[in-house]
């Protein structure tokens, strides 16, 4: 398992990530593949989080996955523990499913930091989970120690469509030229991919913006998946004593854009997008259902 902290990168808009609100916490969870087949399950082991093992968890009043929900417990291995569940046969993602797996990692927060697994991570039994724990014992605490009394926020630009093409085709130099003389349909064409770039380099400058401005306040960044809708999609990685201050700058900033942007900030989360979740076995939730 794989337990340490991805560093910054600049990734494609249309890398695979994204998140709004609590259906954002889903999309940022869920994992996809098959559904754990009835036979598979007897042994399986679902898998919430990774907490050290000299710290407070208690599962008091906790409910896992499943209908009904399955039972939690602690599988220690070395200097820390998972907390994980029987893997329910045919589990999906569904809403009841993900939110499950979500205020688990919550009420587990609440006691300290913890190490998140996104929905759907499945081992194949306990010994083999306990193997990976202890062979990974080093890299899970050098995580968890770098995640303590941090949280992620994730953040979105949103613009409104028309107000941005009306925008571009006002002020763009390149596409105010071409508008001036359609007399082609490839023209045309070279109209609609000017004003195509143009509205990439306004997103690209909002972003630049952005991260000028909550960059310095945040730990780490990534940028997530395209979002239809939204210019910028960038997952931050705040301290928990600078969280207030990263949401005053990030709303000094929405007022900033005016009425035709909107920011949007979801979180504090569970910091998912800063550990790199294990494939531990072949088996997998599948995708996500309402």
């Known amino acids: 398992m794989a337990g340490q902290t991805r560093q910054t990168e600049r990734t494609s808009p249309t890398s695979e990530k994204g998140r709004e609100g609590a259906s954002a916490q889903a999309e940022q969870q869920t994992g996809q593949g098959e559904q754990i087949a009835p036979e598979q399950a007897a042994s399986a082991v679902y898998v919430y989080g990774i907490v050290a093992g000299d710290r407070p968890c208690d599962l008091s009043g906790f409910e896992g996955v499943g209908d009904p929900p399955a039972t939690l417990r602690r599988l220690r291995?070395?200097?820390?523990l998972a907390v994980?569940?029987?893997?329910?046969p045919g589990l999906r993602a569904k809403r009841r499913d993900v939110q499950a797996h979500q205020n688990v990692l919550d009420q587990l927060g609440r006691q300290g930091t913890v190490l998140p697994m996104r929905f759907g991570v499945v081992a194949t039994d306990e010994d083999s989970l306990r193997d990976e724990l202890a062979a990974e014992d080093e890299a899970h605490l050098a995580t968890l120690g770098n995640l303590a009394r941090r949280a992620e926020i994730n953040v979105k630009v949103f613009c409104d469509e028309d107000e941005l093409i009306r925008s571009v085709a006002e002020n763009d130099p390149?596409?105010?030229r071409l508008r001036a003389h359609i007399d082609s349909v490839d023209e045309q064409i070279r109209l609609g991919e000017a004003v195509a770039a143009a509205i990439e380099d306004r997103e690209r400058a909002m972003e630049e913006l952005l991260?000028?401005?909550?960059?310095?306040?945040?730990?780490?960044?990534?940028?997530?998946?395209?979002?239809?809708?939204a210019a910028v999609n960038e997952s931050f990685l705040v301290d928990n004593d600078r969280a207030e201050e990263f949401a005053e700058t990030a709303d000094e900033l929405d007022a900033a854009w005016g009425p035709?942007?909107?920011?949007?900030?979801?979180?504090?989360?569970?910091p998912y997008s800063f550990v790199t979740t294990p494939d531990l076995t072949s088996e997998r939730v599948s995708g996500r259902e309402a």
């Open 174 to 176: 390149t596409v105010r």
């Open 260 to 270: 035709a942007v909107t920011v949007r900030r979801s979180g504090p989360l569970p």
């Open 77 to 80: 291995a070395g200097r820390v």
């Open 211 to 229: 991260l000028a401005a909550l960059g310095p306040i945040a730990v780490d960044h990534l940028a997530g998946s395209r979002v239809r809708g």
């Open 84 to 88: 994980v569940s029987d893997a329910p």
